[in-house]
RNA sequence: GGGCCGUUAGCUCAGUCGGUAGAGCAUCUGCCUUUUAAGCAGAGGGUCGCUGGUUCGAGUCCAGCACGGCUCACCA
């Protein structure tokens, strides 16, 4: 056996073992314990004891690592969470045992029958009377210091970052958690999960490009859904008064460390309530998850610490004002009701705009460039231009302001929450101003939605409603600077074609 | 889409002024029955992302392309 080449190395042994006869993929395995368990029931044993109460185990997993000592030898066998280490010797698995130690590689799936015991370092180990081959690895895993950290390899393969960085398992762990308690919550305060349509003749609930595709039968267009919005308050008319939905949307925009083109939004919709009862629910929603999934109310982001138990209210233009930079002269209140004014202000941002975009478009695009980065801490932002919120209602006495707040944490915008306009003759109206913006040519613009103002035209009864991303609250919460670490498949470019993923189909590939 | 950076062995990375490819881990051979980054001795392993160009000579310089990262624009 002179190639040294580890892949035809994995293959010849594959070989090796069927010619032995060995099953190369037997279909199941009985295990006692995983190795966590056997970590968990056992880690506080002594030697003494292990050796009184004489623990038989059956455990399996991946091998880890591998340290060979002539006739005998030790490996790891790894559950995913834990370690066991098994001790595998020539006189107690025999010959045949032994031979099939031998042929095992890092990274091959076993399993593992024997007694436990401390061995003079006082490892917790099996002392293994018996081997089971489950699976073989014919791609090697990466090293076992460095372990993998090539990025683009880490998003593609998330299998392998999953299994030799526990910290890329922990996130999505976390993840989980997080959605879990989530649900929780909302279960708790008599609220209904629902699923609602993803393919829509008309993409609306947010100013967003939707992705198109097509159904063959109905030879009809589609779009991939931008929003859970307008379903979900069709149900409120529909007289569910408490209703949410955790799943994908998908916008056809860029891609950044804070965007991915299909990504998890929370949506939940409450009759007899407005914005401020959202407000409310929301610290209290995630000051609780924040405290589950982290054990602290005090988050760890990047340089920062994040304080939930202190969160901010602003109205977008006390924003605007508190955080002025001081180096440049503070405009007015009455300044950000001019337009001209307001656009003399982003010019000062070197923030570009559209000659159509009105007062409320600036005031809005003032905020994002003066305030937004500066909302490290948990912060509402509340009352904004009723012109970027066109299913929104008025407040009383303004009508160019909508009841509407966003959550800021981090310098991100995690939450967008308003009362529900729920009159069907200004909704109408508010989605007329919204084609006219289309038609110069605003492609984000909110579509005509006839259903929609049917259903209001039923009565909904007055509702707050709000949505919360569930991939940017996830990047808080687990310290994660980029959004691709907290999906598990972010979406990238096909990869170019390559060699070696597939494995040979007959010869071992060892000429 | 723009700008900047990266791509060398299965993995993590060096590679000087342009002179013919290196380390550790992994793999293979031998030794090794309580090790744990096991150890000792030896060996094999490269389309230097791809395509061109400059040059006597390119991993190295230049151009284009591919993929990725950061960033700006757009957005949540």
């Not at 762990?173 to 993803?198: C, M, N, W």
Request: net charge negative; proline share 5%; aromatic share 10%.
């Amino acid at each position: 056996m002179e190639n040294t080449n580890p892949l035809a190395q994995r293959r010849f042994k594959l070989e090796e073992l069927k010619r032995r006869g060995y099953d190369p993929y037997p279909h199941k395995f009985d295990y006692t314990h995983t190795p966590s368990d056997i970590r968990r029931t056992y880690d506080a044993a002594t030697a003494e004891e292990l050796k009184e109460q004489n623990v038989l185990v059956r455990t399996c997993g991946r091998i880890m690592a591998l340290r060979p000592h002539g006739k005998a030898g030790f490996m790891d066998l790894f559950d995913g969470e834990q370690r066991v280490q098994v001790y595998a010797r020539q006189d107690k698995l025999g010959d045949q045992g032994f031979d099939l130690f031998q042929l095992l590689d890092l990274g091959d799936i076993v399993g593992a029958e024997g007694t436990l015991f401390r061995t003079r370092t006082n490892e917790l180990t099996i002392l293994a009377t018996q081997l089971f081959h489950l699976s073989k690895n014919l791609l090697p895993l990466p090293e076992k210091w460095h372990g993998l950290s090539d990025v683009e390899t880490r998003f593609r393969q998330r299998y392998v970052d999953l299994i030799v960085n526990k910290e890329a398992r922990d996130v999505f762990v976390k993840r989980s958690r997080i959605v879990q308690e989530i649900r929780g919550f909302l279960d708790a305060r008599g609220y209904i999960e629902v699923e609602t349509p993803v393919l829509q003749a008309v993409a609306g609930g947010a100013l967003a490009r939707p992705f198109r595709t097509h159904h063959n039968a109905l030879d009809m267009d589609l779009y991939l859904r931008i929003a859970l919005e307008l379903y979900l308050k069709r149900l409120i008319v529909g007289g569910l008064p408490r209703v949410y939905e955790l799943s994908r949307i998908f916008r056809n925009e860029g891609i950044s460390s804070q965007h991915n083109p299909e990504f998890t939004m929370l949506e939940f919709y409450q009759a007899y309530s407005d914005y401020r009862d959202l407000m409310d629910l929301t610290r209290t929603m995630l000051t609780k998850v924040a405290e589950a999934v982290t054990g602290s109310l005090e988050v760890t982001y990047q340089e920062h610490v994040l304080d939930f138990r202190q969160w901010q209210r602003y109205t977008m233009k006390e924003a605007i004002l508190h955080f002025w930079p001081e180096n440049i002269s503070r405009p007015s209140e009455e300044d950000l009701r001019s337009l001209e004014k307001l656009r003399a202000l982003l010019q000062g941002f070197k923030v570009s705009f559209a000659q159509a975009d009105g007062r409320g478009k600036l005031l809005a695009a003032l905020f994002e460039a003066v305030a937004e980065p500066k909302l490290i801490q948990p912060a509402f932002i509340y009352d904004y231009p009723t012109e970027v919120s066109p299913l929104s209602k008025t407040k009383p006495g303004d009508p160019d302001t909508v009841e509407r707040f966003e959550l800021y944490i981090a310098g991100m915008e995690i939450a967008n929450a308003y009362s529900e306009l729920n009159d069907p003759v200004e909704q109408c109206a508010r989605f007329e101003e919204q084609l006219g913006a289309r038609n110069r040519g605003d492609e984000e613009a909110h579509e005509m939605d006839e259903d929609y103002i049917r259903a209001l035209s039923y009565g909904m009864p007055p509702t707050a409603g709000e949505g919360i991303g569930i991939d940017r609250l996830t990047m808080v919460l687990t310290n994660s600077r980029s959004i691709r670490d907290v999906i598990l498949f972010p979406l990238l470019r096909p990869e170019p074609e390559t060699s070696d993923i597939r494995p040979p189909t007959s010869d071992s590939g060892l000429a």
